[in-house]
């Protein structure tokens, strides 16, 4: 099993611009995950997904959107890129009935 | 507001000896606790966990206490080696409609050394 993947590794967009942060799961977990990572902080919720064509915002959804259209993939789309939105983002998934969630590498943004 | 705290960002501790990492928390609904362990550039990894029904668990050199009372738990490492050496995020759960959702802590950076 590759677990959780995640592509690019790093991007660099212009502000304005928008892009997809790819991720994909091949553990046929239901529950999938966006994170966001700034410096000294620790992760915060963007989405996620109960099962597939189910999303719901965490606690920091403004400037993104999720689809979830197989159980398989779980992509993060950027619409207007700021430099706010510069981070690392990590997607992640967990099966049913358990509680540890499985990490991708993660996808490092920078917007300038 | 941050419901999960680590108030230690960087810890150092000798090879061999014991590595204690801290972790607060304020929502009495968390039920589940997680510690995970990331080296720069990857993604986190799962290291140990407790239910809010015990006390104490064990997996090898890690253990992980939890003090319902005092909203607190720790990590315990014995014997610290240099390969341990990353950042340790504390994480909890709250069941809510079945999201399984996890609140992290902001790190504590461990450097084990030789």
């Known amino acids: 099993n590759a677990g959780v993947t995640q592509t690019p590794k790093f991007r660099i967009l212009k502000i304005g611009q928008s892009m997809t942060l790819q991720c994909a799961q091949d553990m046929n977990h239901n529950y999938m995950y966006w994170y966001r990572q700034d410096p000294g902080m620790g992760l915060k919720l963007i989405y996620y997904?109960?099962?597939?064509?189910?999303?719901d915002k965490g606690e920091v959804p403004n400037g993104y959107n999720v689809s979830r259209s197989t159980t398989e993939d779980f992509p993060l789309r950027l619409e207007l890129a700021a430099p706010s939105q510069t981070s690392v983002y990590f997607c992640?998934?967990?099966?049913?009935?358990?509680?540890?969630?499985?990490f991708g590498p993660g996808t490092r943004l920078l917007v300038l | 507001d941050q419901q999960v705290k680590q108030n230690s960002p960087s810890l150092s501790v000798q090879e061999g000896r014991i590595s204690i990492l801290n972790c607060d928390y304020t929502?009495?609904?968390?039920?589940?606790f997680l510690w995970y362990k990331k080296y720069p550039a990857e993604g986190p990894t799962f290291l140990i966990s407790?239910?809010?029904?015990?006390d104490k668990n064990e997996d090898g050199r890690f253990t992980v206490f939890l003090n319902k009372s005092a909203k607190h738990l720790s990590l315990h490492i014995v014997p610290s080696q240099p390969g341990d050496s990353a950042v340790y995020f504390c994480?909890?759960?709250?069941?809510?409609?079945?999201?399984?959702?996890?609140?992290f802590g902001t790190g504590t950076r461990l450097t084990v050394i030789p």
């Open positions: 994480a909890a759960s709250e069941w809510q409609t079945g999201a399984n959702n996890l609140f």
């Open positions: 929502n009495s609904m968390f039920d589940y």
């Open positions: 992640a998934s967990t099966g049913q009935g358990t509680k540890t969630q499985y």
């Open positions: 407790i239910s809010s029904i015990k």
């Open positions: 997904s109960v099962g597939a064509g189910i999303t």
